[in-house]
Every structure is written in structure tokens, then in C-alpha cells.
DNA sequence: CCCTCAAAGCTACCTAGGTAGCATTTATAA
DNA sequence: TTATAAATGCTACCTAGGTAGCTTTGAGGG
């Protein structure tokens, strides 16, 4: 890697905070930094090329990466992750799992670091230790796909709904964090279904005093009515 | 583990067998089935106390188990996977990721190996490498996963079904492995619906010529009209 | 400044799939 | 054997959510 002493300096503290490298000696930290090669990737850049996605390896320093998969059949979009900062992809290629097509976008302007496989394999063998960092890391991702899936295939659109915007208000300031200025059917994208409905159920939601909707901006005024959604489940059947 | 020389032998092989302790040493092997207690779990055995999912690791030997998560508010199931010889369960525990809420029910008789999981911790210091092979083997699930969620997303449930019966026949004897003998429930369980719906679809397909039915068995008999509903998507729209 | 286009809001329609209920068949056990 | 339960097949009904199409709003760029 070729860059300034400051952004290096950046690059380095933030892999020192992810638990994905946290029992990495400084001076391998170092060697993986080398054989990154550090990226831009503007807001709304798509990444659909082949070179990215199956021969190379990626850690997200900072900014906001979608992976999602496309349905051409129907022309949906489903989001199956957010990144942020000091996640790392596609471990599918790192693995040689090669069958996944997802896509990637960034949501917000994104600081990424890329790595070739190959080379990415031979630092991850002089470090055995990491093996086990990321075993963590994708259990816990895996644990979030799990309950994703539980959503989908068994509770309707208003509970998913309600609950996305639950697991993403901060509790105290009832702001949000990751998807916050996120459009209607970006929010579809992510639960599942279309921007017709998700907009819909904003609608009902409205009419209920759940929340209040100023332009690109959901704000919760009611955070219990909120809680219901997610505990009334489907009783009125 | 206290048992007959045969059964040791048995358990050892298998485990030879097995990727996910491939490149483990033949001493550390015997150490790994020291620690080990075996268990048969019979048939339509329901593991549900958290002795066995919260504080147990498991290795499957001979037998088929149903993971799956059980949602009470409409009564129904989702399986999340059908676990075969050589995988494991449940990493999840192992990893101290415990929020997620899993039962597992025995769907044929099965010799299952429980270890405790601090000593299946302790286990893994001692031998690394292994976490390389769980993190392989962990992500492979994940895609598994990554694919099921898109096809209960996205696809309806003649192309779920239809892909259900796909992947789990064998194509050149055009008989079934995994799911042979399954119910309707359990069909539903699996691709997210319920029996009633199953049901309905099997009929159809039946009077479409793809399949016939003979007592708690489903015989494919046009293949081709199988794959052309995996194809046809929702172009009827 | 206006122009353009995406996002949001809303109406109307339709169908896949969830539900309820029952009758029939098959399996398991007493 | 009979009895009990489970699996299957089938009917009828209903509603959540997908779709189409349009208007309105507002943000961003020239």
C-alpha cells in the first residue's frame, strides 16, 4: 500500500479496534496492511464485477456497504446485510464457496480496504490465530441470518417492519443509526418486500401515533405503541 | 467415554471421515472421543432443555436431526436445517452467541457425540487448526442459509416446493435422499408454509404430470416439468 | 433560477396463500 | 383385534400483500 503516513495511521487504528484482528501482532497488522490496497467507493457505487466480488477480499473501515441479491424475475432487490465499520467480505470467496451471487453498494461513502485472495490466504495461514476471530465473526453474522429468515418465513409485514425500526432506533435519543435516511424501498429491501407495502404500513403506522414522517425521515413518537406491534404477533386471526 | 472397542472404532472412523477433522492428529482424536459421551437418540426424540442446546456440543454420527425454530403464535415450524452424518451442533453455544432459540428433533434413529463446552473449548486450544475447518464448514451453512432466505423471500411456494424436491433427489435413480418420508408438515416446515398449502401444490403438480403419490412417498415422474418450474419464475405476471 | 427525476403518497384491483373444518386413509399401540 | 392418533385429501372462505398506475412532493444539478 502506497498512501499517506496519516491515513495509514487511520487504516491501522481502525483494524486495532476489530475484534477480527484483535490478537494480531502489530507487525502482522502491518504485513496485511501492505498487501491492501486502499479504496474509495463513493456513495451509490455499485460493485458488480466479478474481480471484486470472487478474487477479493474486503474490510470496510468506514461508511455503509448493502450486500444484497437481485431477483430479476420479479425486479427485487433483497438486503441480506448493512455493513459498517470493521466488517469484512465476502468470506464466501475467501472460503472458495464460490456459488453466492449477492451485490454490493455503498450506501454511504466508504473506505475500503482490498486484498486479493491468494494473498489474503497466505497472510491468514502465517496468522492461524485469526482462523478462530472469524469463526466468531460468522457465527454471529450466521445468528443474524437465522433471524432474519425466522422473520420473513413467520411474521407478517407490519411486525417486520415495526421491528426494523425498532432494532435500529437508539433507545435513548430515539434517533436512528444505520438506517436512517434510508428510502421506502430501501426499507422493503430489507424486510423483504416491496415499497408499496413498506409505504403502506408507514401510512398505518402514522394513523396509529406510532410515528411521524418529515421528508426522509422517520421519527418514533411513541415507542410503546412500537413495542405492541412486535408482541401482538398475529392473535387477531 | 466408556463403551464397547467396536463403537469406539466406529465413532473414530467416522470422525476420520469428516472435513471438519481431517487434518486433526490421531492422538488428539482419541483425546476428542475421551471427553465424549455417546447418546442414541431415538426416533422422534425432541431435544428441547438447554442442558443439551445452551452447554453441550454435538457431533451427529449416524442419523438425521431436524433443527428447527418453533414459532407459538400461529403454531407452526420452520426448519432451519437437516443436519447428516459428520455435522455438528450447535456452534452457536460453542461460541457463546446464545440468543438464538433453536430445537432439535431426532428424524431417524441417531448416535449422536455430546461434549461439554468448556471441554470442547479447552478441546480446541489444543488443536487450533481446527477452527480453520469449523470456519469453513460454519460458512458453507451460512450459505445454505443466504439461499434460503432468498428463495422464502422472493419465490413462491410451487417454485420453493419445487426446488425442495430438486435438490433432495438423487437424479439418476430419481429417488429421495433426505427428505424421503418426510410428511406434509414437515414439507411445510421446510420451505416455510403450511401442510395444508403443501398439500395443495402436490395435488397440482400431480395433475401437471410432474409427480405421483403412493403412501408417504413422492415419486417424480417428469422430471423435466420439475426443473421448468424452478425456471418459470413468476413470468405470469 | 428552473428543470428533472427520484421518492413518497394514494387508489384500485387481484390472487396466492393462510385458515377452518371435515372426511378418508394409514399407522401405531393397547 | 380394536382404538387412538396421525397423515392425507379436499372444500370453502378471506385477507395480506403484490401489482399497476397515477399524482404530489422535494432534492439536487445545470
Redesign the interface.
Known amino acids: 500500500m502506497n498512501i499517506g503516513l496519516e491515513k495509514y495511521r487511520h487504516y491501522y487504528e481502525t483494524l486495532t479496534e476489530s475484534e477480527l484482528f484483535r490478537h494480531v501482532t502489530h507487525n502482522s497488522l502491518n504485513q496485511l496492511l501492505e498487501i491492501s490496497a486502499a479504496q474509495n467507493w463513493p456513495k451509490k457505487t455499485c460493485i458488480l464485477d466479478t474481480s471484486h466480488t470472487l478474487y477479493t477480499f474486503h474490510i470496510l473501515i468506514t461508511g455503509k456497504i448493502k450486500v444484497y441479491?437481485f431477483?430479476s424475475?420479479?425486479d427485487?432487490l433483497?438486503t441480506?446485510f448493512l455493513l459498517q465499520d470493521n466488517d469484512v467480505f465476502d468470506?464466501?470467496s475467501l472460503?472458495g464457496?464460490g456459488?453466492?451471487k449477492?451485490y454490493y453498494e455503498a450506501l454511504e461513502d466508504s473506505e475500503v480496504l482490498c486484498i486479493q485472495v491468494p494473498l489474503m490466504k497466505e497472510w491468514m495461514k502465517e496468522n492461524?490465530?485469526v482462523?478462530?476471530s472469524?469463526?466468531?465473526y460468522?457465527?454471529?453474522?450466521?445468528?443474524v441470518?437465522?433471524?432474519?429468515?425466522?422473520n420473513?418465513?413467520?411474521?407478517d409485514i407490519p411486525t417486520r417492519l415495526a421491528r426494523l425500526l425498532y432494532n435500529n432506533m437508539d433507545k435513548s435519543s430515539r434517533q436512528y443509526q444505520s438506517i436512517c435516511g434510508l428510502s421506502h424501498k430501501e426499507l422493503g429491501a430489507l424486510i423483504?418486500t416491496t415499497r408499496a407495502v413498506v409505504n403502506r404500513h408507514i401510512q398505518n403506522f402514522k394513523e396509529e401515533g406510532i410515528l411521524e414522517v418529515s421528508r426522509n425521515q422517520i421519527t418514533i413518537t411513541n415507542i410503546h405503541l412500537l413495542k405492541e406491534k412486535l408482541l401482538e404477533?398475529?392473535?387477531s386471526?
Open positions: 441479491h431477483d424475475s420479479n427485487r433483497l441480506l468470506i464466501f472460503m464457496c456459488t453466492h449477492v492461524p490465530l482462523h478462530k472469524f469463526l466468531s460468522t457465527v454471529q453474522k450466521m445468528n441470518l437465522e433471524r432474519f429468515i425466522i420473513v418465513a413467520l411474521e423483504g404477533k398475529r392473535s386471526y
